[in-house]
């Protein structure tokens, strides 16, 4: 495969915040660059900092040092609204705990980014999303009447509706029982072999974590490539 | 368009019952602030239709000479007039004569109000539209029982003789003076140059009235006052003090102002409490959209719409509600209502005012949160507990709270009254944001080894200090505000009830000689009529204050340079009189009353002849009457409720004074009406007395304070209602922040008994220290408002330093503890779907 142009560039990047006239450091220098079409799982222990590092990728959050390129974007330099743009065009996510919004019913919730974009077609594509995710025979359910892993189908629609370069997806089985994690991740990589999208994975599944092309492991704010110590274990 | 998701969201929350309690609070506030300016406006139309009837119209200008053309209002204006001329002359029947007050009045009198006439002399008044022709008169009861007169008759007044056609019972501008001298006459203006009576130097009375609506009457009067001199002429209107009525009008009308205030302030409040709670209930929705590519403007559009929407819906419903509820209200006292009143027409002008409100309240409430929303940081979604941090807070706050004195200004148009309660409104906040830090600091302090559910209240509440205080500071604010209401409520209505109670004299008898004191005692009271109020009357003159003898300007005598000083005298006789306790209506100023028995020839003084005439306590004044001296001390001086139905003095001397003087009498007594037949055998005895029946008055003002109770019962329903969704915004608002708290100490596994309890308990703590401290700034509010703009005497209300914490305490408790059961219920169901 040819992956001369990486789809993220990460350039020493670090984290750090003060409380209570205290620095406390969540991400130490990192840099690593993932390349188009890949698949990435970010493994490690809760608190060591997954979250943070997802949501600086993401351009949800700033850096305190260091670069992140998005698609040839400089999002260490881009203000909020700037690196919002970013997130509409090539940036999906998906999170342990769905986010979706309580007052839409599940069509609307997916219809939501492709409305904000102010896309023409938004409610027939959201209904071939929904479709695609197979919840066709419910799009007017609020999430609240939805099970776990029906919300987080929803979840996963809404993040791929916009044809995202990326998805980001923060422990999305986290919160689902045994069988529904496992056809979650089934549809989270089936949608992301289909779309040709870049999937960054956090997972404290190690299963889950083989399945992908590279594996990364995150230890007190250090980050370190393990792909092959781990494939080889096996 | 984002309008479509705007609205898509409104419509889904709205049935979801997200958006209740803010929606709620907008209704109320357009609600009542229409249907109170509507419904205000429309009764006080009503009680000035009733309370023109005293003046028989809605202005009277009246001078000692005739009043000249060019003050008559200009005919552009559209006022009616009616020219009236009074003057006092005798009446004269076959060889007997009686002094009568005669009053000739033209076609169009009265302008209001209506005459009554008598069937039988003594008998019931009935009322009558039939207009008095030229040559004919109408005499009062008096009349027929003194001279023996008879329907028919011809009778002479001046030099012109009339026929006798109706018994006169009552003229509607007869007011109500017990020391009238003669009994009332009415002739047709234009039979007064027949009677030769207005020579140079008699006494005429001209007056001429008024009647148009209110803006064509303001504008008159603003075109004449300038125009008039004060010692020619008097210009009278219904809203002056000194009429019977007009005192209480004012009195409701500011009482109605202040609580429509203090309505739209908690409704405020509500909406306020609630916006905030809005903001909150979205910061997890804009993180969300702002994940997913959402732009700063696109938030603000979304956002903004839906707020415009929400606040469209409120006001729309709360146009509505308000005209049903107005509607519900007119209908519920229609039966009682003495007038008819413009029930089916749509006040514009409270239409805009609500809608102006409602949107402004919930504009200017919504600023700070809206800020704080459209900040709300993407990063929630990783990371729950990030606080949204908004940079203009301060300049929010600002403009907040200057739209709501803006509002409040507007709807009172009175800045004095705005002020007050805006100013004592922001006093109290700093007052108690100071006073609950330090309270919620002491009471941890004091809870470390009490009851573990108390103490987690505490615990709790402190952790909060901020949000519990504001919690607080909105609790206080509104049971203050209503406190407020109930106290100026029970004190107008009680007063009015004190007025105007069961047995309050209706009759007044005046001209009892001297030597027949005795004799109307008894015969009264083996009629069982009781009497009261009995005064000896005689005229006298003030001469000296202090042996210095006053100047009389109507000497001519020219006042020399260094007598320039000297006080004038008061210029004519007055009605003097003793009593032994000082009278009821009447409250001592200064100095003390005398005992019964004293012999030392005091007098007490009315307070503003002793601030006129530089009279201090101490000071010796010397009065001739009939021919000689007599030297008093005073030694009180008195507030005088002028308006009061009931003999009123300027000077009142202890018993000894007078005790030589052959006084007549006057006196008040009770009749139920369907004894007045009784008083015609009853009079029989006393020729020269007679009696003044105000018992027309007593009904009109009954009907006036019946009206004003009504609209106030009914706004202080409306504040009651406003004060409950405070409080219950405000329960809300802090069980949303604490379901997360609910649900840890359930996991942690806390027993439901245990977490209600500790919840039931912090809200009653938090009840009872706004209960408390509402109480005391309440005092403060109310003896602004009490001595500023009622003008009455001020005092303080203890019961409520106890009462009102101990109900806010159970009241809360109660709320509390119901929201708190939902939220447990609630948070059992979330544990079992996500185990
Ligand atoms: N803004 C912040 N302020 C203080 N501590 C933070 C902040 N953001 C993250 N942390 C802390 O940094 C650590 C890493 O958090 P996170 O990235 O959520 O870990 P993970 O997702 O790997 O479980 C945690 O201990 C968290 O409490
Ligand atoms: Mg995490």
Redesign the interface.
Known sequence: MLKNKPILNVETLTKTVRTNEQELKLLCPTTFAIYPKETVAIIGASGSGK??L??LL?G??SPSSGEIWLNNHALHKMN??QR??????D?G?V?QSF???????AI?NIM??L???AHKEAKNLADNWIDLVGLSHRPDH?PNQLSGGEQQRVAIA?AFA?QPKLLFA?EPTG?LDETNSQLIEDLLFQLNEENDTTLVIVTHDNQLAEKCDRIFKMQAGVITETTAEVKTKN | M?F??SY??LK??LK?N?LTIMLIAIILAVASVYSLSSFSQKMQDAINVKSSEFLAADGVLSSGKPINERLMPPTELGLQTADQIRFSSMVFFNDEMMLATVKAVDNAYPLKGTIFTQLDPFGHNVKTNVKLSPGEVWLSAKFFQTLSVALGDSVEIGDAIFKVTAILGSTPDQGFSPFTTGAQVLIHIDDVPSTQVIQPGSRIHYRSSFTGSPEKMTQYEEWLLPQLSDDLHRWKTINDESTPVGNSIKKASRYFLIASLISVLLAAAAVGVAATQYAERHF??VA???????????IIEVFTLHLSLLILVGVSVGLGVGYIIEWGVFEFIKAKLPVELQIQTISYKALYLAAFTGITCAGAFSIVPMLKLFNA???R???RDMLSVSSYTILAYIVSVLSIFMLMYLFSQSLMISSILFVGSLAAVALLLAMARFGIWLSRKASKDRHSALKLAIARLYVNARSSSLQLISLTIAVQLFLLVLVLRGDLIGQWQNQLKEGTPNYFIVNVPHHQKTVFETSFSENNIEVTDLYPIIRGRLIAVNNEVLFDEVSKEKPKKADENRRESIGRELNLTTHQQIPYMNTLVEGEWWTKSTTDSQVSIEEKLAKRMKIKLGDELKFMITGSEINVKVTSIRKVKWESMTPNFFMIFSDDVLADFNASYIASFHLPTDRAADLNQLMMQFPTSSLIDINQILAQMKQIAGQASMAIEFIFVLVLIAGVLVIQAQIQASMATRKQEVMVLRILGASSHFISRSIAFEFMFLGALAGLLAAITMEIILAGVQILVFKMQWSPHFEFIILSPIACALILGIFGQLACSRVLLRSVKTQAS?L
């Open positions: 979250s943070t997802l949501g993401a949800l959050d909020e609204d919002a743009q970013v997130r509409a065009n940036v996510f999170y986010m979706l919004i309580d007052s839409l019913t609307e939501l980014p409305e904000l974009a609020f809404r916009c923060d919160n | 984002l479509n998701l898509r969201l889904h929350e979801r997200e997890d929705m969300i959209f702002k994940t997913i590519g959402a732009t700063k403007k696109q940081s993407p990063l979604v990783i990371r996500t």
